[in-house]
């Protein structure tokens, strides 16, 4: 995991430049809101990405934790909810005007868009869920880590956030780093029946929190996770969280 600060070039090779011109900071607009960033990066061949901060985030930043998606994010998919929780997230950190956005390379749960799209047809020929399609072509259901994650957010210095998410291995990860997690579910609708299906195989197969009654791990908002648990407890903060389950 690598903190980028400004660009190091080698002398010569930046006549009439100094180090501050070189640092990847500027301006960012969206729906005509316009916020500082600051872009750094997660160098890692699997689990890597960026970390945009925008803003002064301060000491508890809403921060969202956000796997690429090409067809949710780029292509507005009407059967993903990535693309609506990067937008949701976004304006929730613009309308605060500070937050920070970790936007990670892990297409597909982290098999690749080859293999999503694979997986994608191995579903529509068989009528099963993209998790299940995963298994039988041989596949995780899920490869991605977020330890590293954390460890950008502590280099940032953060110790305390809210946490954009229905995901309940984004605070796992995070809180086993020894940082205070606040949960914030994020509530979207999805019009298709593939979108639904979709939904309803993330909250079976990998225990998402979708805001709904009968989620299994529905946090109430403010509910805090505590850092650092013991080896072999499971802290007092998830036990508050996944009361729901039982």
Same mark, same amino acid.
């Given at each position: @995991? ?6 190091? $070039? ?58 690429? !998606? ?9 059967? !993903?909810? !990535?693309?609506?929780? =990067? *937008?949701?997230? @976004?304006? @929730?950190?613009?309308?605060?005007? %500070?937050?920070?956005? $970790? ?9 690749? /868009?080859?293999?999503? &799209? ?24 899920? +490869? #991605? ?6 460890? *950008?957010?502590?280099? =940032?210095? /953060?110790?305390?956030?809210?946490? /954009? ?5 984004? =605070?796992?990860? =995070? ?16 019009? +298709?029946?593939?979108? #639904?299906?979709?939904?309803? %195989? ?6 998402? @929190? ?14 805090? &996770? &505590? ?12 036990? #508050?969280?996944? &009361?729901?389950?039982?």
């Amino acid at each position: @995991m690598t903190i980028i600060e400004p660009v190091q $070039v080698p002398p010569g090779e930046a006549t009439g430049r100094d180090v501050d011109d070189l640092r990847p900071e500027h301006q960012f607009s969206r729906n005509g809101t316009r916020l500082r960033v600051q872009v750094h990066t997660i160098d890692d061949p699997d689990d890597g990405g960026y970390v945009l901060v925008f803003g002064d985030p301060g000491e508890k930043p809403l921060v969202r934790v956000h796997s690429r !998606c090409l067809y949710g994010d780029a292509l507005g998919s009407d059967d !993903c909810d !990535c693309g609506p929780e =990067l *937008a949701l997230s @976004m304006d @929730m950190i613009q309308a605060e005007g %500070a937050g920070v956005l $970790v936007y990670l390379e892990q297409e597909g749960r982290g098999a690749g /868009l080859i293999w999503k &799209a694979i997986g994608y047809r191995t579903s529509e020929r068989y009528d099963i869920d993209t998790f299940e399609s995963y298994a039988r072509l041989g596949l995780e259901p899920d +490869t #991605r880590r977020y330890e590293l994650v954390a460890k *950008a957010l502590l280099g =940032l210095g /953060l110790h305390q956030v809210r946490l /954009l998410t229905n995901n309940p291995d984004k =605070l796992r990860a =995070l809180a086993e780093a020894g940082i205070a997690v606040e949960v914030i579910p994020l509530a979207v609708r999805l019009e +298709t029946e593939r979108g #639904r299906r979709y939904l309803e %195989a993330k909250v079976r197969w990998r225990k998402h @929190m979708i805001p709904r009654d009968f989620a299994p791990w529905a946090p109430h908002p403010g509910a805090v &996770a &505590a850092p650092q648990p013991q080896a072999g407890q499971t802290p007092r903060g998830w036990r #508050r969280l996944f &009361a729901r389950r039982r």
